[in-house]
């Protein structure tokens, strides 16, 4: 049973780009979680998604940001236009209703030139 | 109210000492208090969690101890290793951390001293 997957590992974006990121949660898990971690910083909860839905996106900037869990593939958070300021790593995260509990992919780290 | 204020930033253990961490948070809602570790180029794993109605949780080496009063939470790591070098962060949920988003300390880095 694999973990949480993220890719990409590393992404380089120039200013104004689009970034992509994807997740797949574990198997059996239907609640998706996005963090976005700075230097030195702890990890700041942006969205949480079940299947179709957005059940929370209270840490999300208003512009530019968005997600989605469609019903098939994996989790996707898009980041449009990229500035130098979105240079951060970005965690998923993922739980079961049964088990409860997150588990935490490897991040995906992303760096605005 | 939602912030949890981790202590200190940075911890030098000699090898076999105690690592000692702090935290503190405002919001009396929280219910779920998880303790996070996290390497170099990794994501951060469950290290061990607690909820308000005990004061202390042991899983081996490591121990929350959690002042419900002071709404203060600690994490004692026993007979530290080298091989617990990693950063740390506390955080809080309002509910399971199965469901519910957390909110993080900004982590202390531990550095074990062979």
Redesign the interface.
Known sequence: NAGVMQNPRHLVRRRGQEARLRCSPMKGHSHVYWYRQLPEEGLKFMVYLQKENIIDESGMPKERFSAEFPKEGPSILRIQQVVRGDSAAYFCASSSTISGGYTFGSGTRLTVV | QQQ?K?SPQSLIVQKGGISIINCAYENTAFDYF?W?QQFP??????LI?IRPDVSEKKEGRFTISFNKSAKQFSLHIMDSQPGDSATY?C?ASMG????E???????TKLTVNP
């Open positions: 949890v981790q998880p996070y180029g990794k994501g951060p794993a469950l969690a962060f955080a399971q951390g199965g469901s988003k957390l909110v993080f300390g900004k982590g």
